[in-house]
């Protein structure tokens, strides 16, 4: 029986709270997405800590650590209007960030493909509770990394002249513990794939998520 480090299983659940928390302040704005929309583009313009889709931290930010208190007092906080629920959802976003680019860094490799799966895992349970999404959603996990990578997510990749849209149906642990992601490539008559995890490196270095 294989033990897993505890501070795996911490992690894992620490990105788990965040997403779980920006899917519930995302939800609010998608209830009227005109307004959600118009919320969302007013805090990125007038709030400093506002990370859009695109943003990441610099892990060497020698201000990282004040990022993090402040996003936590943020997501501690109750909204009263929607400008609040985008702010904690990008707060959400931050602390995502923050786990995915600088917490993951102190596990091994092997250590961040367990995190990954019980993430996975965990989001699985949360996914089939959400209701279809709207266009207006920025995801909690937007970045071409490796660690990002969770069943549902749709990206966009284009290399020279192709373009193509793709499913990630699934990820999981192959009997070597090695991970392994299927992906459906929506231009091919619904082609499905599996791929090893440096296999989808390569994949995602020419994608961005949808």
């Known amino acids: 029986m294989t033990t897993i480090n505890p501070q795996v299983e911490y992690l894992a659940h620490k990105q788990f709270k965040y997403a779980d928390l920006f899917e519930k302040h995302a939800a609010e704005l998608r209830k009227d997405p005109k307004l959600g929309q118009e919320a969302y583009d007013r805090v990125q313009r007038t709030w400093p800590l506002a990370l859009g889709p695109e943003d990441q931290w610099n892990i060497n930010d020698h201000n990282l650590k004040d990022y993090k208190n402040q996003f936590e007092e943020m997501c501690a ?72 990578v969770r069943p549902g997510q749709r990206y966009f990749q284009e290399h020279d002249d192709d373009a193509e849209t793709y499913l990630v149906r699934a990820t999981h642990l192959d009997d070597e513990g090695n991970m392994r992601y299927t992906l459906q490539f929506e231009e091919d008559g619904e082609l499905i794939k599996e791929f090893s995890k440096e296999e989808m490196s390569d994949i995602l270095a020419l994608s961005t998520l949808v």
């Open 77 to 148: 906080t109750s909204p009263e209007t929607l400008d609040d629920h985008v702010k904690i959802m990008s707060a959400a976003f931050g602390m995502l960030n923050s786990i995915t680019l600088h917490d993951m860094r102190t596990l091994t490799e092997d250590e961040q493909d367990q995190a990954g799966a019980l993430f996975t895992k965990l989001m699985q349970v949360l996914d089939a509770t959400l209701p279809p999404r709207t266009e207006f959603y920025i995801s909690p996990r937007p970045f071409s990394d490796i660690e990002s």
